[in-house]
């Protein structure tokens, strides 16, 4: 792993990124791992003027993981991360730690610590690098697109929550991924060229709501976009999780 820097952004505004290579076929994982996996974690502490360090994370691939479904990356992946300096008349040096899974034909935990001080002016070799990494982070869907483009139907026979989500945007879907609050896994997969199925394979046992709030990742060749969506639940299902 290594900190890289791009030209700074504005008076006290940084762009830098955490560029992890991986060798052969070796895997790492998104913020939600999947079935398999540990997410990565970072810490910042030790940085010298540092206001806040936002880090962004590139939408993932799915990946068979000798027969369990792992959200992540193949080769390696890099996080771009936005830097606000605490004093902007003053440099930041930038410390991290970076904890996170290393898998190939076993798993290993890996922990890497790098430091930077970041540049106040000029460019930087790394600015493509940084780019490259920023284009494939998830754009947010506003309300409104949501709406056009986004159709969710209850599946009412189904034995578990069941959604099926068609996706009318202009770009050819390839995958989904769906996040959920605590307590809940929702499991998706793809039906058909523009559709998807969601499951909620594991919910609370008591106090289920009328809906449930997930967060969707969904990618397509040109550019991946997030959206927050509410489910309704089934009057059963809603019912059967008060008993």
Sequence with gaps: MRLIAGAPR?????????EIKLAGAAITYWRTPGEAGVPP???FQGSENLGSATVAYPAPQRINEQGLEAFGYRGGVTFPITVVA????????LRLMLDYAVCDNICLPAKSVAELQLPQNGTS????LIAQAAARVPIPLTNGAVQKEIVITADQAAPQPRWILTWNGAATPIDLFAEAPDGWDIETKKLADRKFSLVAIQ???????????????????QQSYVFTVALDLPAQASSAGTK
Excluded: H, I, M, N
């Design 125 to 128: 070799a790394e600015e493509k």
């Design 41 to 43: 974690t970072f810490s």
């Design 86 to 93: 605490r004093d902007p008349a003053k440099p930041v040096r």
């Design 10 to 18: 504005g008076k006290g505004l940084y762009a830098a990124a955490a």
């Design 203 to 221: 919910q609370p046992l008591k106090g289920l709501p009328q809906r449930v709030s997930a967060q969707l990742t969904l990618t397509t060749a």
